[in-house]
C-alpha cells in the first residue's frame, strides 16, 4: 500500500468566526438566529450557527483554493520534480501561501528513490511569502553521483525528485479557558502559525485587543505583555484578516437566507419597512464575501 504524503492535511475545516461575532455583527444584526431550529433550545441553536460558521469558512477555503487547502495554518506536505536553477538553487512554489515554516526538505534522483535529508536553517534556505529558495550544500553532491558536479553542486537542469513539509496560512484558534485581565499566558486550541515575536488579535467585540507573542508551548501562548480585558471561553485568537472575517459573516447570512430567513430592510427612522427577496438577498451577500476574498485567491498551485 502506498498512501499519499498529503493526505492527512489537506480538506481541515475551522471556524474563522466565533458564536459571537457573527451575533453581534452588524452584517447579521437583521437576521434570526434564535429560530435555526424550529423549536429548538437556545444550546441547540447555537450548535446550529456553529455549523454553518463552519461551512461559510469551507466556502472560503474553497473560493481561494479550490477543493483543496485552508486559510487556516496548517502544515502541508508535497512533493514533485524540480530541476536547479543556473545558480544550483532549487525553488519550490507551494500549493498553498503565505509561507511560514519550512520543516522538511528531502531531495533524491526519483520517488522514494535515494531520498537524503537536508540540515535546513537560515544559511540554505530563504523564504519568500509565495516560494522558497534551497542552496545546495558544498557537500551534497557527493552523494548523488551523476546528479552532482565538481564541488558538490546540483547539475543545472538535473530532474530531481523532491518532497517537503512546511507550515503555511494563518493562525486561528479559541480560547479553551478563560483569561482575566492581566494574563501573561493563554490557552488555546491549536497553535499552528504562530511564532515568538508575532502579533495576533483577540478578536473579543468592544474588548478586542492585539497581543505580541514571548513564547509557544504546546497548546500555550506566553505574551510580551498582559491582557487588558477579560477574556472568555471560545474567544477567537488569530492572525486571519479582518476582510477574511468579514467574508465568512457574509457567507453565513447567505447560508441562513437561503434556508428562508429573509433579511429584514431598516428604514431611516429604524423600523422594519419590508421583508427582502431572500434569493436576492442572499446572492448580494455571496457577492461581497467574493471582492473581500479576492486577493487572498490562489490560482493554480507550484510550478
Partial sequence: MVVAPFFQTEGIVEPYVSLNEVKFSPTASAID??????????VAQDRALLDIIKRASSKADIFCYG?????NATSNTENGWYRPNRDGNLIFSPSFTPILEVTDIQVGWGPGQGLAEITLSSNNVAIDRDQFTLTAPSTL?????NLGI???????????????????????????????????????????GLYPGMTFTVWDGMNDEVLKVSAVSGTTITLSTATTYNHGIGVNVS????????????????????????????????????????????????IQAEMLLEPFKVIGGRQ
Fill in 33 to 42: 438566529f434564535s429560530n435555526l431550529i424550529e423549536n429548538a433550545s437556545q
Fill in 67 to 71: 477543493r483543496l487547502g485552508t486559510l
Fill in 141 to 145: 553532491g557527493l552523494y548523488f553521483g
Fill in 150 to 192: 565538481a564541488g558538490g553542486r546540483w547539475g543545472y537542469q538535473t530532474n530531481m525528485w523532491c518532497q517537503y513539509t512546511y507550515v503555511n496560512g494563518w493562525f486561528n484558534s479559541f480560547l479553551i479557558a478563560s483569561a482575566p485581565a492581566g494574563s501573561t499566558t493563554l490557552s488555546v486550541t491549536d497553535t499552528t
Fill in 239 to 286: 492572525t486571519m484578516p479582518a476582510a477574511v472575517k468579514q467574508a465568512v459573516i457574509h457567507y453565513v447570512v447567505a447560508l441562513v437566507k437561503e434556508r428562508g430567513q429573509g433579511g429584514l430592510v431598516i428604514n431611516e427612522i429604524g423600523e422594519p419597512a419590508a421583508v427582502s427577496s431572500r434569493e436576492q438577498s442572499s446572492m448580494q451577500d455571496e
